[in-house]
């Protein structure tokens, strides 16, 4: 969008997932990167093709926690990413038995654990940390999830409000995810030091970790954790807004 051919298509503006979620709801934006977790609440067209998904380990959801997962009573959660703290509740409930209390809290990681049993730290944050070195069990929310269900896990997707979506709007920006792709060396010398991120493991995690182009089987795996995120608030996990 910024560097490829469809850099003059869009007045661009930059914001956390779930801000970009609350300016396309309120008509500030027209399109935005959406978390999953927020479809269920907005009445937006999902655009087919591109978002941010995983079929294993992801790198950058880690659940970080000073007891076994079965034991997790509170977690404290950086809010930026809302459908990893749905991802977080569902994968806790489900495969652990556990139904922790949440705690927004800044994504500092020593600062977290000493409030709570457990933290979830995403995106740079989790990039940084090498989860092999610290004194907690880590648990990989990407990973967790596949072996869960078997499917994707999509994070993330574009959508935009009724008013302005098009059948061919969803082009361009497949486009530009294949562009980025096409340029994925460009990205790591440019970004990954600024973010204190190793070259190594940024080329690892755009490369490998993240799938950028979804399919069938990632438009399964959304359904599957609308569902089970919908489930678990109705048995009373409050999944989507706790």
Known sequence: MLH????????????????CADRVATG?????????????????????????????????????SKTEPDRVRTLAVDRSSRTSVVLARVVLAERYGARPRLTPMPPDL?????????????GDA???????????????LGKEWVELTGLPMVFAVWAARREVFSPGLAEPFLDSCRFGRDHL?????????????????????????????????????????LGRARRLDKEGGDAFRS
């Open 28 to 64: 500030r934006a027209d399109v935005g990167i959406v978390p999953s977790a927020e479809l269920e609440r907005l009445d937006l067209e999902v655009l087919p093709g591109a978002g941010i998904a995983c079929r294993g380990a992801i790198r950058s959801i880690l659940l970080l």
């Open 4 to 19: 490829g051919r469809q850099r003059s298509l869009f007045e661009l503006d930059f914001a956390l997932p779930a801000e």
């Open 126 to 140: 989790a990039l940084r940390l090498d989860p092999e070195r610290l004194p907690y069990r880590a648990l990989d």
């Open 185 to 225: 060396e460009d990205i790591v010398r440019l970004e990954a030091g600024g973010r204190g991120i190793p070259e190594s493991l940024a080329r690892e995690y755009l490369g490998e970790r993240v799938v950028h182009e979804l399919g069938d089987l990632e438009y399964r795996g959304l359904e599957e954790f």
């Open 110 to 122: 020593d600062a977290m654990l000493a409030e709570a049993d457990a933290a979830l730290i995403i």
